[in-house]
């Protein structure tokens, strides 16, 4: 929240409702000629959201995917007039919680991981049809494992037995391709969270999405992301970087530092969660946090 710099009569964005705590701490600072746009694209978020917010004249409620930001906000005419967009990205807890979604190895639940269950291909039905190069690929590329092709085969080999449609069974057949641990992680968790990744085209969504802000904030607009893996954060952190430093025009061009217009201007350094608020809620041990601020200029016109 010191972060966004919520102001009573400011225009803000939540990009990833979740369970709305984000949501709700901007409307406390909100006063009534503020407005609150919230996106989801998981059913029950956005059911969430119209039952704790719904009869809120302050707040919009979408059921989209981030990417389409810029289209629902260009159809409001609020296009260089949002004071402060918000990005908590991954899974939720809420989706982590409820085993029946399938994106924890910790409960036995239908293999599923799509954060729209009513969309798109599930995890199930990917890892009963992709060829072995390809599960391999995405879990080295987003889970970072460096076993993959070991896992790639033994899922391969498992689903000729019998199709790999639970979280359990997935989980299981993990472990046992996973030669050694790191410690205090399951080795399931590094592929759990590529194959959601995969499913959701979360990296994707992000890199479509993060340009369309520039063009929506208002100068002095805060940019706020809360990163909880490294790819995402890598994306982040580099966007940040080209915007801050400007137009990209050749090293030997006589300008001055002012001439290259920069479209935002980052503030501060990455904030990560402290011991305290670690210990309170471990799933903050791994968020980073990035901000940035809408320069003036070419604010309107970018």
Known sequence: MQALQVKQDGVYVDATYGRGGHAQEILKRLGTQGQLLVFDR???????????FGADARVKITQDPFSLLARTIDSLGLAGKINGILFDLGVSSPQLDEARRGFSFRAEGTLDMRMDPHTGESAAEWIGRAEEDEIARVIHEYGEERFARRIARTIVNEREVEPITTTRRLAEIVSRAVPTREKNKDPATRTFQAIRIYVNRELEELQETLPQTVRLLAAGGRLVVISFHSLEDRTVKHFLRAEAKGDDLPPDLPVRHDQFRPRLKTIGK?????????????????????VAERTQENAIHA
């Open 42 to 52: 998981d059913p029950q978020a956005c059911e969430d959201a119209r039952r704790k």
């Open 270 to 290: 990455a904030i990560r969660a402290g011991e305290a608020e670690a210990n309170r809620n471990p799933r903050a041990r791994s968020a980073v946090m990035r």
